[in-house]
């Protein structure tokens, strides 16, 4: 079964400090990749979407995440983490044997100290 | 226009009980999604709609039923609640399969 994993459960930075939240997935064919973003109390919203063309994907706030085919990987970044980016983050795939199903990772929680 | 939104926002049940989450969405999308998050766990997909009058098995089906009589709604049923289904349930819809979804608020439920 496809599966999405995403690096850490939690992770902590001071403002300023760089980001990058890492996210893997187990299925070989052709891909559609996104990171969602969901702050505190709210629903989730799209950060980044990457559906083919260049590797390194610009998405809102500052975020930027690169997919790298022989990896798996599609890993979030972003230079210097604001206190407002504290959220939990998650990377979605969509292949093109999953039909109409996106699998979600488990998410990456992100508190940011002022 | 509103997006997704969700209805109710809380819920408190005992178990055994049902009920009826409604999920309206006004971007005329044709692909909707009933998902559950639960901490460490991510969103599973419970069950989804390609259009009206469809629907489908998602990840996590048992104990749920759906349905999509209009376009626009999409209605997620517990017959008999149980504890298990405490949950923030969370409601999509797509234009396509494979694009961007868009999320309601969630509904929080417990289930004593």
């Known amino acids: 079964a496809q599966s999405v994993s995403q690096h850490n459960h939690h992770v902590i930075l001071s403002e300023a400090a760089s980001l990058e939240l890492g996210c893997n997935y187990s299925?070989?064919?052709?891909?559609?990749l996104f990171w969602y973003v969901q702050y505190p109390g709210q629903h989730l919203q799209l950060l980044l979407k990457?559906?083919?063309?260049?590797?390194l994907v610009k998405g809102i706030k500052g975020f930027e995440a690169e997919f790298i085919k022989s990896k798996f990987s599609f890993n979030l970044r972003k230079p210097s983490v604001q206190w407002s980016d504290t959220a939990e983050y998650f990377c979605a795939v969509n292949g093109d044997n999953y039909g109409q199903n996106f699998v979600f990772g488990p998410g990456t929680r992100l508190s940011v100290l002022p | 226009n509103a997006g997704v939104t969700q209805t109710p926002k809380f819920r408190v049940l005992k178990t055994g009980q049902s009920m009826t989450l409604l999920c309206a969405q006004d971007m005329n999308h044709e692909y909707m999604y009933w998902y559950r998050q639960d901490p460490g766990m991510g969103l599973r997909l419970i069950h989804y709609?390609?259009?009206?009058?469809?629907?489908a098995k998602g990840e996590v089906p048992d104990g749920y039923n759906v349905s999509r009589l209009k376009k626009q709604n999409f209605l997620l049923g517990l017959e008999s609640a149980a504890p298990s289904q405490t949950s923030v349930y969370f409601c999509?819809?797509?234009?396509?399969?494979?694009?961007?979804?868009?999320f309601g608020p969630g509904t929080r439920l417990t289930v004593l």
């Open positions: 999509a819809s797509s234009s396509r399969g494979d694009n961007e979804q868009f």
């Open positions: 990457y559906f083919s063309g260049d590797p």
């Open positions: 299925y070989g064919g052709t891909v559609n």
């Open positions: 709609s390609v259009g009206e009058g469809t629907t």
